[in-house]
């Protein structure tokens, strides 16, 4: 089985393909609509990587950020926050929280594919 990937964004229109981009290149996914959902998929059933939107009701993608990384267990997960927020004050509070990487929307496919790819085979050789 591939790498699990959890996608979290509340537009459909951006799941959606996210995930089909995702399966197509072997990756097992699972999908959380808000930073709530995405706390208890993380929680039952920790992803190699994240796939993290900023704007989230209730608990927005820098808490998520930021509340996975407070966690030695979940030291393993690659965070990639994929937003519209794209400023610089942004990119750095993401990667200041722990983000592995930041890819502004709209995003090309072949550039989150090669992100995904890269820092899941680093967590391999890490192992």
Known sequence: MGNKILIVD?????I??????MEQNG?????AFSGEEAME????????????DI???I???????????ERPEWN???????????????????LALGADAYIAKPFSNAAVVEKVKELLQ???EKK
């Open 27 to 31: 990756y097992e996914t699972m999908v």
């Open 59 to 69: 608990i927005d993608g820098f808490e998520v950020c930021q509340r996975v990384r």
């Open 41 to 52: 998929t993380i929680t039952s059933n920790p992803p190699d990587l994240i796939l993290l």
């Open 55 to 57: 704007m989230l009701p």
């Open 16 to 21: 959606v393909p996210l995930q089909f981009l």
């Open 10 to 14: 509340d537009e459909p229109s951006i």
């Open 122 to 124: 680093q967590k391999d």
């Open 76 to 94: 393993h997960i690659r965070i990639i926050m994929i937003t519209a927020m794209g400023s610089e004050a942004n990119i750095a509070k993401g």
